[in-house]
């Protein structure tokens, strides 16, 4: 299997800008996970999807932010518009379930927004 | 409120000798408990996990966890450290919402 793949791997933007990174976790996950990492921050949980609906996006910063997950293997994170404080390192994982088994991290989109 | 911490931002180990970096954890009922390495510029890799069952775990790249009910810790080791298992060291342990909370990262440095 090629893992959680994510696309693009680096994205640089001005501000106000709309914003798309794609992540297609490994086929027969059925858990989806968005995380943000920042060296200020560490690691948020922004969402997670189980078989295709959100569960919990209590980390989605704002209503800036929103995710979507159409089919079972393909998700995205849109940021519009962008700010300079969104700037990140931004990880997609799957799972099996959410809770209980290990999470599988794809190499993550690193975000700046100039 | 549930929660994983660990105590060391940094822990500095010469390579061959034995390493531990330390994770508690404030959880209720039974803790399903994970380790994660994450190398620079790379997502988080699973190395570890504890669900039930024998208290010390075995897992990739050598690394080992003994889980310990009384003093609430599932502290990762390894017998013999390498120069390349300098990385950041994550331990994370799912919360009654079943997300995963996870503790602040160790930076592990191994010095040759």
């Known amino acids: 299997d090629a893992g959680v793949i994510q696309s693009p791997r680096h994205e640089v933007t001005e501000m106000g800008q709309e914003v798309t990174l794609r992540c297609k976790p490994i086929?027969?996950?059925?858990?989806l996970f968005w995380y943000r990492q920042t060296m200020m921050r560490g690691l948020e949980l922004l969402i997670y999807?189980?078989?295709?609906?959100?569960?919990?996006d209590s980390g989605m910063p704002e209503d800036r932010f929103s995710a979507k997950m159409p089919n079972a293997s393909f998700s995205t994170l849109k940021i519009q518009p962008s700010e300079p404080r969104d700037s990140a390192v931004y990880f997609c994982?799957?799972?099996?379930?959410?809770?209980?088994?290990?999470?599988?991290f794809g190499p993550g989109t690193r975000l700046t927004v100039t | 409120a549930q929660s994983v911490a660990q105590p060391e931002d940094q822990v500095n180990v010469a390579e061959g000798n034995p390493l531990t970096v330390k994770c508690t954890y404030s959880?209720?009922?039974?803790?399903?408990l994970f380790w994660y390495v994450q190398y620079p510029n790379r997502g988080l890799q699973f190395l570890l996990k504890?669900?039930?069952?024998?208290?010390l775990v075995k897992g990739s790249y050598g690394f080992e966890a003994e889980f310990n009910k009384s003093q609430t810790s599932f502290h990762l080791k390894k017998p013999s450290a390498l120069v390349s298992d300098s990385a950041l060291y994550f331990c994370?342990?799912?919360?009654?919402?079943?997300?995963?909370?996870f503790g602040q990262g160790t930076t592990l440095q191994v010095k040759p």
């Open positions: 994982a799957s799972s099996l379930a959410p809770s209980g088994y290990e999470q599988y």
């Open positions: 086929s027969g996950h059925n858990s």
């Open positions: 999807f189980n078989n295709n609906v959100p569960i919990d």
């Open positions: 959880v209720s009922g039974n803790p399903y």
């Open positions: 504890y669900i039930t069952g024998d208290n």
């Open positions: 994370a342990s799912p919360g009654n919402t079943g997300k995963l909370i």
